[in-house]
């Protein structure tokens, strides 16, 4: 069974660029989540999909979006690139929604460096 | 990932020891808690959880303690093997939104041959 793949896995922007990264859940898994992994904040909540709904939404500003195909695949955007941007992206999928397992299965995630 | 902390608290041990890794949570409303395990290069792997009405659950190599009196939660891995150097991650949560899901800043595990 392929695991959480998740593209590119590597990028460089720059400021004021845009960018879309995008995750294939684990076949059958019907939510995908995404966080951000920093050296200074560790790993933080982006937010949640579920049957192509956001379910839950961390503290990020609004630059930060995301979206859910029918298919169960999601992308997420972040427009107008900051430097402290710069992280690990990882996206997560799970059978259900929500955390009332840990089993979350984490991709390699997407190393966004913005210059 | 490749660097998931500059200035992560590092654990060395000898290749057979038990390791103990130790997280201090901060909801005392939390009621589920992970360990997760994170080798360079990937993404976090669950290892092991535990709920807020045990103090103690084992895995296959691995125990959690949960001391919910001073939130303190550890992580105890037996014979430790080079395979298990990596950062190890504990995550609290309540409610069971992913929104109320809060990763400690992880420790590094070194194994030494």
């Known amino acids: 069974k392929a695991g959480v793949t998740q593209t590119p896995r590597y990028l460089i922007k720059t400021r004021g660029q845009q960018v879309t990264l995008s995750c294939s859940p684990i076949s059958g898994h019907r939510s995908v989540s995404w966080y951000q992994q920093t050296p200074g904040q560790g790993l933080q909540f982006l937010f949640e999909y579920f049957s192509e709904t956001q379910r839950n939404k961390g503290n990020f500003p609004g630059r930060f979006s995301g979206r859910q195909f029918s298919n169960s695949r999601s992308e997420m955007n972040v427009s107008t690139l900051e430097l402290g941007d710069s992280a690990l992206y990882l996206c997560?999928?799970?059978?259900?929604?929500?955390?009332?397992?840990?089993?979350?299965?984490f991709g390699e995630g997407s190393r966004l460096t913005v210059l | 990932g490749e660097s998931v902390g500059l200035h992560l608290p590092t654990l060395s041990v000898q290749e057979g020891d038990n390791s103990i890794i130790n997280c201090a949570y901060s909801?005392?409303?939390?009621?589920?808690f992970i360990w997760y395990k994170q080798e360079s290069g990937k993404g976090p792997q669950f290892i092991i959880d535990i709920r807020s009405n045990m103090d103690k659950r084992q895995g296959q190599r691995v125990t959690v303690l949960l001391n919910k009196t001073v939130k303190h939660l550890s992580l105890q891995i037996a014979a430790t093997q080079p395979g298990d150097s990596a950062v190890y991650f504990c995550?609290?949560?309540?409610?069971?939104?992913?929104?109320?899901?809060?990763f400690g800043k992880g420790t590094k595990l070194s194994v030494k041959p």
């Open positions: 995550a609290e949560n309540y409610g069971g939104s992913q929104g109320n899901l809060i």
């Open positions: 997560a999928s799970s059978l259900i929604v929500g955390v009332t397992t840990g089993e979350l299965f």
């Open positions: 909801n005392s409303a939390s009621d589920y």
